[in-house]
């Protein structure tokens, strides 16, 4: 599993050229990592090719979002860091709405941001 987590931190190093958001992501897929491995011990759930798949799709999911968000913020332009956090939010919501679309999601918000 170390081997895992160094070659995630390769990566994002690579991707990511700032060393915060990549702490970010480390945190998150391992906090991701230990909340889905304690739950399945809690549940008495052992170890095979589905729960490896959902493990890896959890991850998947969490290092995506937090990688967007982060490069997000990164980019975004603003007068503060909450002018900052509202256009990377707004950002991020607008692709994850195009991307439910186009799997045939029918996804019309019903809030909008200020």
């Known amino acids: 599993m170390l081997t895992c987590y160094t070659g995630m931190l390769f990566?994002?190093?690579v991707f990511i050229p700032h060393p915060i958001p990549v702490a970010c992501v480390t945190v998150a897929m391992v906090s991701v990592v230990v909340g889905i491995t304690g739950l399945m011990q809690f549940w008495g759930v052992t170890l095979?090719?589905?729960?490896?798949?959902?493990?890896?799709?959890?991850?998947?999911?969490?290092?995506?979002?937090?990688?967007?968000?982060?490069?997000a913020f990164m980019t975004a332009t603003g007068r503060n860091r909450n002018d900052r956090v509202a256009a990377a939010l707004e950002k991020?919501?607008?692709?994850?709405?195009?991307?439910?679309?186009?799997?045939?999601?029918?996804?019309?918000?019903?809030?909008r941001w200020p």
């Open 11 to 13: 990566v994002a190093l």
């Open 48 to 71: 095979s090719a589905i729960t490896t798949i959902q493990i890896i799709i959890g991850v998947g999911i969490c290092v995506s979002f937090t990688v967007h968000m982060s490069h």
């Open 92 to 111: 991020v919501r607008r692709n994850a709405c195009v991307t439910l679309e186009r799997r045939g999601v029918d996804f019309q918000p019903d809030f």
